[in-house]
């Protein structure tokens, strides 16, 4: 009866650690699959001259002087997985020798402001801004990496803005903000440097 009861209590351990194994390697193959997306496509907008468009570039590049936003950003990710539960948008820096040109004048306090949707036809000021009201109302998450200081460091970096909403496009608009005065930031984007995505699940 004695050695009954002991062959039976090392079986229920024997399950108990096994189950255990599988929930840690489950929770280790979430932990690598974080995809991180780099290299949104950009769009400069102009809320002074709000007609202006230009073609997409590849860089960030925003602006804010006498106390006024001249340069801002819409920035695009597509193809995110329909299987992300979480994404988190932040940026890097490669080590200065894969560094592409990232300049910081003044403020790099950035705002960043997930929208909904973007316009038909031209990404401009103009079409932008209605877009824009409708997600600030909505309470949307207003995130604020600071890139001030950042490009003096010359190892790599990788920061975190903060959580956005994921979606199979998640699109951004980015600006120097208002709260540290006026600022100038440029950051050249490739597979090392820049806007990131990080998506898990
Ligand atoms: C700068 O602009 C912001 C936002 O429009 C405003 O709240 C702030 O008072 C202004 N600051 C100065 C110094 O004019």
């Not at 096994?18 to 280790?28: F, I, K, P």
């Not at 997306?37 to 102009?46: H, N």
């Not at 080590?95 to 973007?118: H, K, M, N």
């Not at 699109?171 to 540290?180: C, E, T």
Request: hydrophobic share 40%; proline share 6%.
């Amino acid at each position: 009866m004695l050695s009954f009861q002991k062959v039976v209590c090392v079986i229920v351990l024997a399950v108990i650690g096994m189950a255990g194994l599988g929930h840690s390697a489950a929770v280790q193959s979430r932990d690598t699959e974080a995809t991180i997306i780099f290299e949104p496509t950009m769009y400069l907008v102009y809320p002074t001259d709000p007609k202006r468009f230009d073609s997409p570039t590849s860089q960030l590049e925003v602006q804010r002087s006498g106390n006024m936003s001249i340069l801002e950003n819409i920035a695009i990710f597509e193809n995110i997985p329909a299987t992300a539960k979480t994404c988190t948008l932040g940026w890097a820096q490669a080590a200065i020798a894969e560094r592409t040109p990232f300049i910081v004048d003044g403020s790099g306090l950035l705002g960043a402001q997930q929208l909904p949707r973007i316009p038909e036809g031209q990404i401009n000021w103009e079409s932008i801004a209605p877009i824009v009201e409708e997600a600030v109302a909505q309470g949307d998450p207003l995130l604020h990496p600071d890139t001030t200081s950042w490009p003096d460091i010359k190892l790599e970096e990788k920061h975190i803005a903060g959580p956005v909403d994921c979606a199979e496009a998640i699109y951004l608009k980015l600006q120097v903000d208002y709260r540290n005065g006026d600022g100038f930031v440029y950051l050249g984007q490739d597979s090392k440097n820049g806007l990131t995505i990080t998506v898990q699940g």
